[in-house]
Every structure is written in structure tokens, then in C-alpha cells.
Nanobody, 115 residues
């Protein structure tokens, strides 16, 4: 039906930067809120950032000032630009979109921050 393909994860040293992207494909009628979640081993999945169809954004306190979420509606894509990464940012990052009917999840991409 609808799939989310994530990319941009990898290994980075503390203080480095990464840009995650998530492109939606398939039978998409509309996209409302788009967001990024993350989950580390032994921890609950948490919302990192989200952006509404109107452009309003929210960020978890731990990433404020270091992360920017954006979207390109013509490409059905959401981005997460991360800078000044810290070891505590290490997690599997999951893209999520709401199409007005249901939530759809990406497969997850690993972000590992060393040092």
C-alpha cells in the first residue's frame, strides 16, 4: 500500500552531522503530520521531531537547537538534519507519517555516534 524508505543513517563521531531522509511511496491520498522517532536498546521509543501540514514543528528537549525537521510535499519526503551529535543520540530512527487515516512507519535506520 504505502511504504516509507529511510536513508542517511550511519556512523559519526561526536560533534558530527547527519541528514536523515524518508520518502513515502505508494497509494498516498494525503499526508498530515510527519515525524521522526528513535529507540535505543532498553529504552522506550520517543518522538524526536514532528512537523504538521501547516509547518508547525515540535522537538524533544534533548535535541532542540541541534536538529531541524523539514518536508518537501512535492516529493512526499521528510528530512531530519542533525548536527552536534552526541553519543546519547545513538538509536534506531524511525520515520512516521499520518495520511489522515492511519500512521505508517518506516523500517528504521541506525544512527551511531561514537566517543
Amino acid at each position: 500500500q504505502v511504504q516509507l524508505v529511510e536513508s542517511g543513517g550511519g556512523l559519526v563521531q561526536a560533534g558530527g552531522s547527519l541528514r536523515l531522509s524518508c520518502a513515502a511511496s505508494g497509494r498516498i491520498f494525503s499526508i498530515n503530520t510527519m515525524g521522526w522517532y528513535r529507540q535505543a536498546p532498553g529504552k522506550q521509543r520517543e518522538l524526536v521531531a514532528c512537523i504538521t501540514s501547516g509547518g508547525s514543528t515540535n522537538y524533544v528537549d534533548s535535541v532542540k537547537g541541534r536538529v531541524t525537521i523539514s518536508r518537501d510535499n512535492t516529493k512526499n519526503t521528510v528530512y531530519l538534519q542533525m548536527s552536534d551529535l552526541k553519543p546519547e543520540d545513538t538509536a534506531v530512527y524511525y520515520c512516521n507519517i499520518n495520511d489522515g487515516v492511519q500512521d505508517i512507519w518506516g523500517q528504521g535506520t541506525q544512527v551511531t555516534v561514537s566517543s
